[in-house]
């Protein structure tokens, strides 16, 4: 009876932990969506007493989950903290977490329905509620065991203050059990303000070596970056109440991925109608790239447009500038603005900006906007390929309405490649042509009949339908020897080719010892951009 009545406890704990996200979203819909207050642009305001209603929901659900709440914190926690240590020390352990008696808190709520057209999976909705987080915790502290060579020190991290914006997308599908709510994606929508202490514990008269700057950079780089920003929680809750619990996937930024377009368009015109002409030069700069163009301005506006590929926001400058040059004297300034991508990642705006010059009767227009790519979310493992973006949309993938945007390519692996003349297992590599134009050529895996290459690029295009990809997978051989060519196919891109996930496509060779066939295991993905 005793086992039974902890059993039942349990249950009814992890059915607590388990719905409360998916309820909380059905009464948050029902508040916004169906009160007097949603607005016509169909964005609901949660009202003060059921935002304080809501709020007493979430602190009784955080006491309730204590546990679950700290098994999470650790799992997740400990796994950043290691991937980030530096050299000096070899192992970071979570001891204790104490989260103090200040919970979560909601300062503010709006929703708003994405209807999805897609019919693979059944009828569909999705929720976007933004929720401003706020968390005020003085007697909060969590306890590290820090080693370093020769000792372990102790660190507490406390007295944590965030207040962040965050994002929770909600998929709700009628196939799936009550409340159909299928999955959950959350993420910060810009960086949180964060604030905590690190204090070293049981340290007299050691040379730390300033191992406290380096917990402490550590730490904030977890808590700021690799966890709430721009990283991103999925909540797969389609197995609720019937297969299963909830499968739960941290997916921070991933390096290999692009984040973003810049859009670029200076125009240059006149103020008053004239038919002198004016030599005039503008440039667009981000990092090492730079596009330039001398216009021969008259009457009629012209333009100049540069579309960039950014692999990070963060400590970015947008850099645009139009001068008329002179040989002898001073070139003369039309105007520059300076656009600061570290901000842009989430909220994505558009910056639009004119500078005159009555005197030579020239008026420039600089515009720039950024679009922030979806989330790929592909992760190779040995020769297993995750694909989690897949996984919490239920292979839901809408044609595409624009033909412009971002291709990502990525060569996973190859099978049943033969051996060379001598009997030896070849050293093969691949090349892959977008519309004849080489854009990724992999390192050669030297000595194997079953390569692991896990390669990838991304380019900028604006003629995704009708393009076409040639794969070529050679073996490699010394100077002054040619490559010896294994396999190769080609792919012509389609709204059906949006994306292609660990496919394995047969190569047509003239090997006439290929038993089975050999395959090259790739990935396509195609994000659409307006681009200018």
Known sequence: KQWYQRRVRGDIRHLLATMLPAILLLLTASTTLGCDLTTNTGIGIMSYASMEWLNSIISSWYYVNDDQVHELVKTILERELNNLTPDIIEKISLEECTFGTDTPQIKGI???????PCLKA???????????????????????????????????????????NLRITALFSDQVPFPGVQNLCITFTDRPELGFNVELLDVIDIDTFGVDKLITDVIEDVLSKQLVYPGRLYVDLSKVGSRGGVDVVMMP???????????????????????????????????SEE??????????????????LIK??????????????????????????KVDLADMEFTLPSVTETFTNEEKNVKVTVEVRAYLLPLIALVQKGVEVEDYQSKFNAGCVDPPDLNTGVLYVHIHRATGIPTTDDRSKADPFVTVYYNKKEILKTKEVSNSDSPIFNE???????????????FKLDDNDVWPNTDDPIGATSLKLSKEEVRRVN???????????VKGG???????????VPLV
Request: glycine letters at 4%; proline letters at 2%.
């Open 291 to 308: 596009e330039k163009k001398c216009i021969e301005l008259m009457s009629d506006e012209q333009a100049m447009t540069r579309n960039f």
């Open 312 to 337: 990070d926001f963060d400590a970015q400058d947008l850099l645009v500038k139009a001068w008329e040059s002179r040989l002898i004297w001073k070139d003369i300034q039309y105007g520059s603005v």
């Open 253 to 287: 930024r991933m390096s290999n991925q692009h984040p973003g377009v810049v859009t670029t368009r200076v125009t240059v015109g006149r103020i008053n109608q004239t038919t002198e002409k004016t030599e005039i030069e503008v440039s667009a700069e981000l990092g």
């Open 456 to 470: 990838w690029t991304e380019l900028l295009t604006d003629s995704f339908i009708g393009s076409e990809l040639i």
């Open 518 to 528: 050999i395959l090259l295991y790739i990935s396509i993905v195609f994000r659409p």
């Open 503 to 513: 496919s394995g496509l047969k190569l047509e060779t003239q090997r006439k010892d």
């Open 122 to 164: 059944g009828k569909q909705q999705k929720i976007v509620i933004d929720v401003v987080l706020s968390i005020d915790a003085p007697d909060f502290e969590f306890k590290l065991a820090v080693k370093v060579p020769v000792l372990t020190l102790k660190a507490a991290v406390q007295k944590l203050s965030f207040v962040g």
């Open 110 to 116: 709006k929703t708003r329905v994405v209807e999805m």
